[in-house]
């Protein structure tokens, strides 16, 4: 026996696709004969004959083409070809788009239930679940109209010079309540007077969040969480994490371990606690929240900037004034779109799941270990769909289903879509019944990637504004998102805005130095652009599984501390460079596949990120065991004397320790 072709055939309709290979397909040679599965292809001179069969997973369709016995069939290979044009022809890739829908005539139930039945269906039974689902289709709308519309952005931001005065209602306000709660606190707890603004009913997330101690102790570092505080915040913790990529149909050598990292996102923080406790300390600080209360727009002058936001509640918008303006929207941002036009982002993991209160079997899933990364199939539909599974309190478990996605406007990535496969796909990843799982809440997002060359290649500040968390979008592009790079850089940009305050440097120069920014986590980007599929592009459907158990399998067989070195962002330059080249030892196709999936121009592009990265290795070797410490002893009088100069090499110390994998 043997294999001759493996196919992804982009359909759920596993009985079209059968109906066309025994009704409406001709093959050039040989006697077809139908199959339970398939087809048959007999030849009259060969005792061989070809088996054509397919099957169904992930809700889509999948083909191979074996040859059995010994002697070779005659235009095999053309024939394989020519049923493999045929199919694509057949059955092309499509991307779908979100329905319109008027929900003034009916609820969103109503109008999604012909469209996405088993989403309607288990949204039903969350507490929420009308709500929830609306903003779900709110997110894909406004990411769509943003993707669609690269180089016309909104503008919500203008320059106002004509303002006369130089008063401030607070000195920072924040828009957007979620990442941005955390840094608000911090300045609050520093004195400044906050405002925060929130379009939300504030301290209720669409997102868990996931960390280790080591992370976390930042937070309790600055002093804005005691150890006690965060105990209590803390919904679980498990013993060890799991990696691991489906490798039925990758050869041999790119067969994987499991990667064990016991201290990896190994922390489940009760996101909904978490925001609470925040929105007490700013409180408690003197702070205001507005939430159910839209962003409008912001008008700039050199004096302060002046923010126009309407309450859901109320007919007429109002305004604020403070001295600088917080970014921390997410990627629904406009202002980070009206910043960075059309390279906002590069690419984003449409991700949708929820958190369920039980309903696994005992045998099925153990509460004491978590799925960090975990895929159970090959390419579906233009995707190569990836799990997460965490223990949360009690018998909760929060279940992420997500894909690293190229941004382009044929193809934006849809949250409904993916949330039709999650409800479908589940019992094939952890054996359940969907129905007798009790449904809390959905949790779901576009978590954004910016593929970053220089530390100034992304706009993330204007005068008196600064962007930050996935609005920002300067996060590792493999594992930790907006929240674990908030925390690991938290020090550095509380620090850094704390001192562009106090010495009024808040023109855009000054604050895109205010950046969680670093030239290793950069130089990652090619990774996650290996685990896409492009737009109107057809790869074999094992090859992204083959590239994971590329990186994974190495690391699975590597040092526990070089794996969570390299998972948490703290690579160095030599540590990248022996596990890059021996990933291209072990799979030497490895770099055509990258080269033809990113493309020269991103190739040459990612070069200009690993010189960058070089550079940093080089300067931090000379620098960095003696730099930092006289820069400190300097602060007295070089702060006073020069402070622009003084921000500008704190801003160059933190991200050439942060690029070099120092804390």
């Not at 007999?42 to 074996?66: C, E, G, H, M």
């Not at 997460?388 to 279940?399: A, H, K, Q, S, V």
């Not at 850094?496 to 000054?510: C, P």
């Amino acid at each position: 026996m043997k294999e001759l072709i493996y196919l992804e055939i982009p359909t759920p309709n596993l009985e079209k696709v059968r109906n066309y290979l025994q009704t409406e397909w001709e093959p050039k040679k040989g006697e077809k004969i139908i199959t339970s599965s398939g087809i048959r292809l007999k030849f009259a001179q060969t005792n061989s004959q070809l088996s054509i069969f397919i099957w169904s997973l992930q809700r889509t369709t999948y083909l191979k083409v074996f040859q059995w016995g010994n002697q070779n069939i005659t235009g095999s290979n053309s024939i394989c070809q020519e049923l493999k044009e045929n199919l694509q022809d057949k059955f092309p890739t499509t991307y779908p788009s979100a329905p319109e829908i008027d929900l003034s005539q009916e609820s969103i139930f109503d109008a999604l239930a012909s469209f996405y039945p088993e989403t309607v269906r288990f949204f039903k039974k969350m507490p929420q679940g009308e709500y929830d689902l609306t903003r779900v289709y709110w997110w894909e709308k406004r990411w769509r109209e943003s993707v669609n519309n690269p180089q016309q952005p909104k503008q919500v931001i203008f320059k106002n010079n004509d303002q006369k005065t130089d008063f401030c209602d607070y000195d920072l306000i924040y828009v957007g309540g979620a990442l941005g709660t955390i840094h608000a606190a911090v300045m609050a707890m520093k004195g400044y007077k906050i405002l925060l603004i929130e379009r939300l009913k504030f301290g209720r997330m669409n997102r868990e969040w996931n960390i280790s101690r080591v992370e976390f102790q930042n937070l309790i570092d600055l002093g804005l969480f005691t150890p006690s505080e965060f105990e209590s915040i803390i919904a679980k913790e498990y013993l060890d994490g799991f990696s691991k990529f489906f490798d039925g149909n990758n050869p041999s050598h790119l067969k994987a371990d499991i990667l064990h990292t016991p201290t990896v996102l190994n922390i489940a923080i009760d996101s909904d606690k978490l925001l609470c406790l925040c929105g007490e300390k700013l409180r408690q600080f003197g702070a205001d929240i507005w939430d159910e209360t839209d962003f409008i727009k912001a008008d700039i002058s050199d004096k302060n900037v002046t923010v126009f936001v309407k309450k859901a509640t109320e007919i007429h918008e109002k305004q604020v004034t403070g001295r600088l303006l917080i970014d921390a929207m997410g990627t629904a941002s406009p202002i980070a779109w009206q910043l960075n036009g059309g390279r906002t982002f590069d690419s984003v993991c449409p991700t949708v799941g929820a958190v369920i209160d039980g309903g696994f079997a005992p045998e099925v899933w153990d509460k004491k270990y978590g799925d960090v990364l975990f895929s159970h199939g090959d390419i579906s539909r233009g995707r190569q769909l990836i799990w997460e599974l965490f223990p949360g309190e009690n018998d909760d478990f929060t279940i992420y289903l997500f894909h690293y996605h190229q941004v382009h406007p044929d193809n934006p990535g849809s949250l409904l879509e993916m949330y039709e496969d999650f409800f479908t796909i589940l019992p094939e990843y952890r054996r359940c019944d969907l129905d007798k799982l009790v449904w809390k809440k959905p949790t779901f997002g576009y978590i954004p990637g910016h593929f970053t060359t220089t530390g100034g290649d992304r706009t993330v500040a204007f005068d008196r504004l600064l962007a930050m968390g996935d609005a920002a979008s300067l996060q590792s592009p493999l594992v930790f998102t907006g929240f674990g790079s908030l925390v690991r850089n938290l020090p550095r940009l509380t620090t850094l805005l704390d001192t562009a305050l106090k010495h009024d440097l808040l023109n855009a120069a000054n604050l895109n130095q205010i950046r969680a920014y670093q030239s290793n986590t950069a130089v990652t980007w090619l990774f996650s652009k290996g685990m896409m599929v492009p737009t109107g592009k057809n790869l074999p459907p094992q090859r992204i599984n083959s590239m994971l158990n590329t990186f994974f399998g190495l690391l699975a067989n590597e040092s526990p501390a070089i794996a969570e070195t390299f998972i948490k962002d703290r690579t160095n330059w030599i540590t990248f460079n022996i596990l890059a080249l021996k990933a291209a030892m072990m799979n030497p196709a490895l770099l055509w596949w990258i080269w033809e999936m990113a493309g020269s121009r991103d190739i040459f592009r990612w070069l200009a990120s690993y010189c960058f990265f070089s550079i940093d290795a080089l300067i931090g070797f000379l620098l960095l065991s003696w730099f930092p410490q006289l820069l400190a002893k300097s602060q007295s009088w070089l702060e006073k004397r020069y402070p622009v100069l003084w921000f500008r090499l704190l801003s160059f110390t933190y991200s050439l320790k942060l690029s070099t994998g120092k804390n």
